[in-house]
T-cell receptor, first 117, second 112 residues
Framework: DAGVTQSPTHLIKTRGQQVTLRCSPK?????VSWYQQALGQGPQFIFQ???????QRGNFPDRFSGHQFPNYSSELNVNALLLGDSALYLC????????????????FGPGTRLLVL | AQSVTQLGSHVSVSEGALVLLRCNYS??????LFWYVQYPNQGLQLLLK??????LVKGINGFEAEFKKSETSFHLTKPSAHMSDAAEYFC??????????FGAGTRLTVKP
């Protein structure tokens, strides 16, 4: 049983460019959350997708957007990249018992390390 | 809003010694609390999770944590440290698992 997978593992972009990160959830999971982990810090919640819709969002600008596909995989898009967007981007998947009810444990992928030059 | 504070960004113990990593939470209602471990260049792995079923939670790799409402704490312990325990540890809080708030992390070093 494959766990949460993310691609690519590493990425280098320049300021102003756009980037798309991908995540495949653990088998049986229908909910995907994205986190940004800057160097030396804990992960910060970006947003969560359930039933192909953004269910909850953290304190991140609109430059950060996402999408969830019918197969539950997800993409994180970041436009107009800034130097400060350099970080490890983590995807976590879980199973939602029902919309708005507590979920099961979130399982994290290995992350995509983004460097913005 | 809920939050966690991890006391001590770095903790160093000798192999075989007690491991104690401290976490205090802030929440207006009973929260879900988590401890995750992160090895270099890897994602986060769940060690244990508190969901109000029992105040003493046992996790993987010999770790356990005790929920103390009166102290708003959820400290992580392990009786005897092993070299393989060296990693970054994160405490997290969530009211409904939709929005997890992580602490800044504690780097554990284990000396031979």
């Amino acid at each position: 049983d494959a766990g949460v997978t993310q691609s690519p593992t590493h990425l280098i972009k320049t300021r102003g460019q756009q980037v798309t990160l991908r995540c495949s959830p653990k088998s049986g999971h229908d909910t995907v959350s994205w986190y940004q982990q800057a160097l030396g810090q804990g992960p910060q919640f970006i947003f969560q997708y359930y039933e192909e819709e953004e269910r909850q969002r953290g304190n991140f600008p609109d430059r950060f957007s996402g999408h969830q596909f019918p197969n539950y995989s997800s993409e994180l898009n970041v436009n107009a990249l800034l130097l400060g967007d350099s970080a490890l981007y983590l995807c976590a998947s879980s199973f939602s018992i029902g919309q708005g009810t507590p979920q099961e444990t979130q399982y994290f992928g290995p992350g995509t390390r983004l460097l913005v030059l | 809003a809920q939050s966690v504070t991890q006391l001590g960004s770095h903790v160093s113990v000798s192999e075989g010694a007690l491991v104690l990593l401290r976490c205090n939470y802030s929440s207006s209602v009973p929260p879900y609390l988590f401890w995750y471990v992160q090895y270099p260049n890897q994602g986060l792995q769940l060690l244990l999770k508190y969901t109000s079923a029992a105040t003493l939670v046992k996790g993987i790799n010999g770790f356990e944590a005790e929920f103390k409402k009166s102290e708003t704490s959820f400290h992580l312990t392990k009786p005897s440290a092993h070299m393989s325990d060296a990693a970054e540890y994160f405490c997290a809080v969530s009211l409904d698992n939709n929005d997890m708030r992580f602490g800044a992390g504690t780097r554990l070093t284990v000396k031979p």
